[in-house]
């Protein structure tokens, strides 16, 4: 079982940041993959950027330049830097967590909106 807890969303105004943290607990030591989804309202949930099996990123266009992706070990948490922050990027942010053999673990969600 793995539990994931996001926070750090909040209201921004256009062109600003915000840090998203997912602190994991559970059975975190084998993981296949992690991370970060969103999905806006009417929209399919949709991936931000995320940490292959071996440690590799991948980002989504859009969050291409503006996001970064970390992960802290010593602390089981994953985060998401967001800069320069649009009003498109309004959306519920969750972090996954998909361990070897098992299911996608979700977080609750952390709401970001972007005002312009």
């Known amino acids: 079982q793995v539990q994931l807890v996001e926070s750090g969303g909040g209201l921004v105004q256009a062109g600003g940041s915000l840090r998203l943290s997912c602190a994991a607990s559970g059975s975190t030591r084998s993981i296949s993959s992690m991370g970060w989804y969103r999905q806006a309202p009417g929209a399919q949930r949709e991936l931000v950027a995320g940490f292959t099996w071996n440690g590799a990123t991948n980002y989504a266009d859009f969050a291409k330049g503006r996001f970064t992706i970390s992960r802290d070990s010593a602390k089981n948490t994953m985060y998401l830097q967001m800069n320069e922050l649009k009003p498109e990027d309004t959306a519920t942010y969750y972090c996954?967590?998909?361990?070897?053999?098992?299911?996608?673990?979700w977080g609750q969600g952390t709401q970001v909106t972007v005002s312009s």
């Open positions: 996954k967590i998909v361990p070897w053999g098992q299911s996608a673990y």
